[in-house]
């Protein structure tokens, strides 16, 4: 051992505690925010991995309500400021980078989260420490957080209208529930097959398949499908194939000729954006259920678009339902920053439940007592161009059943987050709130 | 061979930063300028735990040649029996109230816990698993593959095929691990609740004492008869067996060994993030790993701690301050070390001296393929 | 347009025939209601032009099929020309633009309608394949009331494969009409064994109301058919392996390139196959901004571009990174691991993040029936592709002087460089040629998968699970590997489901390797030793 290599290695062992020293540097940088006259607000979208191709735009919406936000005068006199992180699709880092932006950046909310998991990695961290998340995307319920505001549709805002429809005017009998390996179309399913069974349809009039993430190779499920569809009765495939899958899926569909005529698919994680990507033509009368399509015609929507295709300088660019419950979250927790005079947010919280803001679909949606909003349901049949010939609208505005009454375990649970029950899992035969915090 | 006076500022270092932090965290009133935020506290842990993980591939690839591209398997696989155990602790706190059944196993229908389920509601047991299992799936693997002489970029495609296959599995629903969402919003370890300070600044604690013992653990082995042996298995295994030694025991004991390092890793980064799902399975996990070996400096073992420690650091702070282009600075980063620093950081140092160890990494030994 | 009318004109003379004035006042009614908005009205407007007789249905009912049937203000329907400019819908004379129009709403239910309406006045369409769809679509509407029409359709048939259709077509429709004799009910089910399909199972399995010859002959029936669709099944299985096998080749022949015959573990060559979608995507969109009559030949452009896209970058990484790196295998794979990240995100930064349109040619869409085997013809084309990149690599590597050099070089650098052969410009080649033909893979995938920043991601682990089970440095045991694999896979999948067959197949070939570490077909020599 020589006296160089001592010397040497102390300067890599001094490397080793620079770091410790930056590890500790970057926790505590002082939050410049207070004070400087803007409210932050984070904005939580992988921008890289696999779901920055769906992420990515939320980010871009959010940034542009924020700019016109500011340009209407901002908000309680302030400047709102938006503070973006790359979660990068990993879950972990979205728990992460959600402590980050609350506890380093200070923010007054959070806008982010796309796939389940994502939230529920960051939902003990925004519980810890008290602030708020936007979660815009449709889920499968059976959740309901203090600090978190679902704007996307629980399973019977978008699932079960979409069964209604095909049951009554496609006449259809029998049923492929057709999903990617994971909890939203598990739940999904299960609530599905309950509803179905319920309304009278048998067990061998079911057929349940799982692929995974990313399944590129449909031929025999496609295959399967078609034979299953054979039976002499009208079959539909209730899809909840998640994005990356779809591409083929549908390609498939329409090599295999499998027509919307013959047997319908109806789709929850098809949107405008994924179509973009598809030549349409093939797949013309699937369908798609949402609580908004880019096809709505009102002027708040085409204003809507207007202005999105502006800021993405881009005369084609598409809209889509999360889109749009980012708008409607976003209005609605300025609105309640408003009402309540401070971005504070367990003031916030309690300012959001009834606040109603217009929805792009023609109408007002309304923060329920649940945390979750008041939402009409479209089905939209796939045209050439890529966008959605909207075939049906629920008459009125449909409140989430967070908890579903189809599960045996949530039957019994309601979610109200007003004071004095002010519990996410109320269980009404015990009469206790079960679980978490009491 | 690891010189005396790294391993200690090694061991000062790591403790001491841990232990710093530890009491500028609760020492201190959050308002003062010395306050270290429980943020960070989690953050170090985070890293220290990926820092096993490391230690663990350096020993088998920097001392015994065995480039593993799915060691993050077995820290996946630690990972999720200390997830187990989290969750058995949530006990009637989930969101259903079932003191047994985890939440998604009630929303999946499950009427009781599955067999494998069982124990994992004793600590120990628990902590048993974490070690055992990737023991047990590094045994198998590693048996089959060195008795049969599976080396070089085979060994490396095919232990990637296993987390490949392992990734597949933890998300399928049915095998009752919680499928993608895997496993989340834990309450307690050993009656203390997870987010509370105190618990976070003793799992980083523990978390700094285990890493320097197993960095003491590995600096031992290294430096004994049998770490020699296994470098000259690492720089020419045939002549190594016409010696008369047994490469293929030699480092079957060495994986297992690095397993379980791993494994102990990842049962400690779990309630320290708070999930664990199968992502953590994905090939791209364990080829980072590897990245952070060689940033750091494969084969010296204080580099694979100072390369995890470095690489996340860099990517805590890029994710956060350049949300649209940390990939490029990333992706720069590899490339700029596989061509500029080929002995990492550590080796960088050196040559920064012109002077070359006697100890250091030998040249790679030319691949079995280009001959 | 007009020789079609005229056609339909001779051949429904006896139903168009009765009263046209009559079938005027029908249409006019019919018409009506399709500007109406309730669902339920149109489709009723469909099926009651359908059977009005009017000379005009065949015309407005296709129009509406092609979503050319719009709405003026005052609810007045034209009919939108392809050619551009407008027709009034009932008279067929030609309109001036109507300003502001809507299409007629249409859902599925008003499309089955419109393709049964269409299908019984399209019987004696000029062209043979419009005869045959229309046959098809009555087949699957199974309406007696277009019996007699069929029974004139088939008596004039001259193309005997329309004329089977049609029989089939009259058989399906028959079970549904009163007055049918048993003797043709048991002949229709004859004629529905003899088609063997899935829908003619589908109708006599489900048959109601019949006599209980006719019902033991059609259990018969479904039992022959489904012996013989047992039978095709598993050929069709075999189809769906080759296909699936030759994905996989493609992606892997590139790889068994430069990571098999120059030893380089090239983990961007997913983003090489990505490179070339991406180039499609780009030939596509020039395409169809400036010749959209060439978006056929599309394709065909775009495989040479990939190739050298993705060849000029694959020399330029060479040049600039591996050529520092040979001899160290594993470097190579962080340093490419380190591209492969750098290039996913120059794309996301260039293309934006989300997936790229990439139409398919209409030559390759749809399917072919050869027996009960359905052919996609994308996946055919892929088949056929693939096979000849491989030939073509083959030859490459045998009879030209470059093929000559690459496997000199690979064999013995030493002596080929004391040779006079210019090893650094050949290894730069090779790994160009290797990212080409991934490049031109890209090509191929962007018919089946997403065109987007991870596509080729999802394909690296696959490809080089095939190079290794193969052999690495051995096209030939890449080509059996990517086949084996493939059709594996499928042969599980149905068993096993899509996840338990990946994961099946995963460890197969890790206990597979065990027994042979080399792959299927080791190279053998001193080299393999070293």
């Not at chain 1, 025999?220 to 899958?245: C, E, P, W, Y």
Request: hydrophobic share 50%; aromatic share 8%.
């Amino acid at each position: 051992m020589t006296i160089a290599k001592n010397w040497l290695t102390r300067r890599a062992m001094g490397a080793l505690g620079l770091a410790a020293m930056a590890a500790a540097a970057i926790g505590s940088t002082p939050a410049q925010a207070q004070g400087t006259g803007t409210i932050k607000v984070g904005i939580l979208h992988s921008l890289s991995g696999t779901m920055a191709i769906s992420e990515t735009t939320l980010k871009d919406v959010m940034l542009m309500l924020i700019e016109e936000q500011n340009k209407k005068g901002g908000l309680l006199g302030k400047k709102l400021e938006a503070v973006v992180v790359d979660p990068a699709s990993n879950w972990p880092l979205f728990a992460e980078k959600a402590r980050e932006l609350i506890s380093v950046q200070k923010v007054a909310a959070v806008f982010g989260c796309w796939t389940s998991v994502s939230r529920k990695s960051v939902l003990p961290v925004f519980e810890e420490l008290n602030n708020i998340l936007f979660y815009p995307v449709q889920y499968e319920g059976e959740e309901s957080s203090k600090n978190v505001f679902y704007t996307g549709a629980a399973p019977n805002q978008q699932a079960i209208p979409a069964v209604d429809y095909l049951a009554e005017n496609e006449k259809v009998q029998r049923w492929v529930l057709a999903g990617t390996d994971y909890v939203y179309p598990r739940t999904t399913n299960k609530i599905l097959e309950a509803y179905l069974k319920s309304k009278g349809v048998k067990d061998e009039d079911i057929m349940i398949n799982y692929t995974p993430f990313g399944h590129s190779d449909w031929q025999n499920i496609v295959a399967s499908i078609k034979k299953f569809g054979s039976a002499g009765k009208k079959t539909a495939v209730v899809s909840t194939i998640n994005g990356d899958a779809n591409v083929p899926f549908y390609k498939e569909l329409g090599n295999q000729g499998i027509k919307a005529t013959d047997i319908p698919v109806v789709a929850f994680s098809v949107g405008e954006e994924e179509l973009a990507g598809i030549d349409t033509k093939p797949l013309l009368g699937h369908l798609a259920a949402w609580n908004y399509f880019m096809s709505v015609d009102n002027a708040d929507n085409k204003a809507f678009i207007a202005k999105w295709q502006a800021f993405t300088k881009n005369p084609k660019r598409v809209t889509n339902d999360p889109m749009e419950a980012h708008v409607i979250g976003f209005a609605m927790w300025v609105k309640a920053v408003e009402k309540a005079g401070t971005t504070d947010p367990t003031k916030v919280i309690d300012a959001m439940i009834g606040v109603a803001v217009p929805n792009l679909s023609g109408g007002f949606s309304a923060m329920m007592p649940n945390h979750h909003i008041t939402k009409p349901v479209l089905i939209g049949e796939i045209q050439g161009n890529g966008q959605f010939n909207i075939v049906s609208q629920t008459p009125g505005l449909i409140v989430a059943n967070e908890w579903s009454p189809y599960l045996e375990g949530s039957r019994d649970l309601i979610a109200d987050w007003r004071s004095p029950m002010s519990c996410g899992n109320f269980n009404v035969k015990t009469g206790k709130c079960g679980g978490s915090a009491k | 061979m690891i010189p005396l006076r790294s391993t200690i500022l090694t061991l000062v270092l790591v403790l001491g930063g841990a232990i710093l932090m530890a009491v500028l965290n609760l020492g201190t009133a959050e308002s003062s300028a010395l306050h270290v935020p429980t943020y960070a506290v989690s953050l170090a842990g985070k890293y220290l735990s990926f820092a096993m993980l490391a230690l663990a591939l350096d020993l088998v690839w920097g001392f015994a040649g065995i480039l593993s591209l799915g060691h993050a398997a077995f820290f996946a696989l630690g990972g999720y029996a200390m997830g187990m155990y989290l969750m058995r602790q949530i006990g009637p706190r989930g969101v259903y109230g079932n003191a047994v059944l985890p939440d998604f196993m009630v929303f999946l229908n499950y009427k009781e816990l599955p067999w494998y389920w069982h124990g994992f509601d004793q600590f120990p047991f628990a902590m048993l698993m974490a070690v055992l299992v990737p023991a047990l799936i590094a045994l198998v693997f590693g048996w089959l593959a060195f008795r049969s002489r599976v080396t070089g970029v085979y060994l490396s495609i095919i232990t990637q095929a296993l987390t490949y296959a392992l990734l597949l599995a933890f998300f399928r629903n049915d095998m009752g691990f919680g499928g993608n969402n895997g496993m989340t919003d834990f309450k307690d370890l050993l009656g203390m609740p997870l987010q509370a300070d105190t618990t976070r600044v003793g799992l980083l604690l523990a978390t700094a004492v285990m890493l320097c013992l197993m960095f003491l653990a590995a600096r031992f082995v290294v430096g004994s008869r049998f770490g020699k042996v296994l470098v000259a298995v690492r720089d020419t295994e045939s002549r190594t067996r016409f010696l008369g030694y047994r490469p293929e025991s030699y480092k079957l004991v060495v994986f297992v060994a690095s397993a379980v390092m791993a494994g102990i890793g990842g049962a400690l980064y779990v309630p320290q993030v708070g999930i664990i799902n199968p992502g953590e399975f994905s090939p791209a996990n364990s080829i980072e790993a590897v990245i952070w070996v060689a940033v750091g400096g494969r084969g010296t073992l204080t580099g694979a701690i100072l390369g995890a420690i470095l690489v996340n650091l860099g990517k805590t702070y890029f994710t956060g301050a350049l949300p649209e282009l940390w990939l490029y600075a990333l992706g720069a980063l590899f490339i700029f070390v596989t061509l500029f620093l080929p002995k990492g950081v550590i080796g960088a140092l050196d040559r920064f001296r012109h002077i070359r160890p006697v100890d250091e990494v030998p040249p790679e030994k030319i691949s079995e393929v280009t001959g | 347009m007009l020789r079609i009318l005229l056609l339909c004109l001779l051949m429904l003379a006896p139903i168009c025939a009765p009263s046209s004035a009559r079938a005027d006042d029908a249409a006019n009614e019919a018409v009506v209601a399709l500007a109406g908005q309730n669902f339920d009205d149109i489709r009723r407007g469909v099926e009651a032009l359908g059977v009005s007789g009017s000379p005009r249905a065949a015309a407005i009912l296709g129009a509406l099929q092609d979503g050319r049937l719009v709405l003026g203000a005052d609810k007045q329907l034209f009919i939108k020309l392809p050619e551009g400019g407008y027709q009034a819908a009932l008279t067929g004379e030609p309109a001036a633009d109507p300003g502001s129009v809507r299409p007629v709403r249409v859902n599925n239910s008003i499309r089955r309608s419109v393709d049964a309406a269409l299908g019984a006045l399209r019987l004696f369409d000029a062209s043979a394949a419009t005869r045959a769809s229309a046959a098809e679509a009555v087949f699957k509407s199974r309406d007696p009331a277009g019996i007699p029409a069929l029974t004139r359709a088939i008596a004039a048939e001259k193309d005997s494969g329309v004329k089977r259709t049609m029989e089939q077509a009259r058989a399906a429709a028959l079970f549904a009409a009163g007055d049918a004799s048993e003797a043709d009910r048991l002949a229709a089910v004859a004629t529905l064994r003899d088609r063997g399909d899935i829908d003619a199972r589908a109708l006599l399995s489900t048959l109601t109301n019949q006599p209980p010859s006719v019902v033991e002959a059609a259990a018969a029936a479904v039992k022959s058919i489904d012996f013989s669709l047992q039978l095709w099944s598993l050929l069709q299985s075999v189809y769906y392996g080759l296909s699936l096998g030759s994905v996989l080749l493609l992606a892997a022949t590139g790889l068994a390139i430069t990571f098999g015959v120059m030893g380089v573990i090239n983990m961007a060559h997913g983003e090489m196959v990505m490179i070339g979608a991406y180039v499609t995507f780009v030939v596509q969109t020039i395409i169809r901004n400036h010749a959209p009559g060439l978006f056929g030949a599309s394709l065909f452009f775009a495989v040479p571009l990939a190739f050298l896209v993705a060849g000029a970058i694959g020399v330029a990484i060479e040049r600039s990174l591996i050529r520092w790196l040979y001899g160290r295998p594993l470097e190579t794979l962080l340093a490419t691991w380190g591209l492969s990240l750098l290039l996913q995100q120059a794309i996301r930064s260039i293309f934006g993040p989300t997936n790229q349109e990439v139409g398919t040619p209409a030559w390759m869409s749809g399917a072919m029936q050869l027996g009960g085997l359905s052919l996609t013809y994308n996946r055919l084309t892929i088949i056929v592709f693939a096979v000849l990149v491989l030939a073509t690599l083959m030859a490459v590597l045998r009879y030209t002087s470059l093929g000559l050099r690459m496997r000199a070089v690979t064999q013995n650098r030493r002596m080929a460089a004391a040779m006079g052969i210019r090893t650094p410009w050949i290894d730069a080649l090779t790994f160009g040629l290797g990212s080409g033909v991934a490049g031109m893979a890209g090509v191929a995938l962007s018919q089946i998968d997403n065109v987007s920043p991870n596509l080729g991601q999802g394909y690296i682990i696959d490809s080089f699970m095939v190079v290794v089970f193969g052999g690495v440095g051995n096209l030939w045991g890449t080509a059996v590997g990517a086949l084996t694999l493939g059709i594996l896979n499928k042969f599980l999948e149905p068993v096993a489901g899509a996840v338990l067959a990946k994961i099946v197949v995963l460890v197969a070939l890790i206990l597979f390797i065990q027994r042979k570490p080399r792959g299927m077909f080791p190279l053998k020599g001193r080299a393999v030793e070293a």
